[in-house]
């Protein structure tokens, strides 16, 4: 079965970085848009950055915007997602995600759903998750 696979979570102090990677198959990576949720123990699950694989087109929640960097490396199929000036509350488990769209989708609604954060379901591809721990 076709899968994300995220690597790069771990336990950092407050103002520190972490980089968060997320490997997909060619298939789900090309033209689709990709990102991150997160959830905290209680909390519900929250949106925090997502890109459109073929132009850049990015999608930031506000908790997060100016801290976190989403990119790309199209050769590697990868999504990156760079945090810098961590706080406590940016500790969660970070889950990779790509939309499971039809083929007949045109890629550019696609796009635009990806520039205004996507609509996420259990029915899209999401992988196994990576905690990130930041202490005070």
């Known amino acids: 079965q076709e899968k994300l696979v995220e690597s790069g979570g771990g336990s950092v102090a407050a103002g520190g970085s972490l980089r968060l990677s997320c490997t997909a198959p060619?298939?789900?990576?090309?033209?689709?848009?990709l990102g991150w949720f997160r959830q905290a123990p209680g909390k519900e699950r929250e949106a925090v950055a997502f890109?459109?694989?073929?132009?850049?087109?990015?999608w930031y929640s506000d908790s997060v915007k100016d801290r976190f960097i989403i990119s790309r490396d199209s050769a590697k199929h990868a999504v990156y997602l760079v945090m810098n000036g961590l706080k406590p509350e940016d500790s969660a488990m970070y889950s990779c995600?790509?939309?499971?769209?039809?083929?007949?989708?045109?890629?550019?609604?696609?796009?635009?759903?990806?520039?205004?954060?996507?609509?996420?379901?259990?029915?899209?591809?999401w992988g196994q998750g990576t905690q990130v721990s930041v202490s005070n």
């Open positions: 890109i459109y694989t073929v132009d850049d087109t990015q």
């Open positions: 060619g298939s789900i990576y090309d033209k689709n848009c």
């Open positions: 995600v790509a939309d499971a769209h039809p083929t007949t989708v045109m890629a550019s609604f696609v796009r635009a759903s990806c520039a205004f954060g996507g609509s996420w379901d259990s029915g899209d591809y």
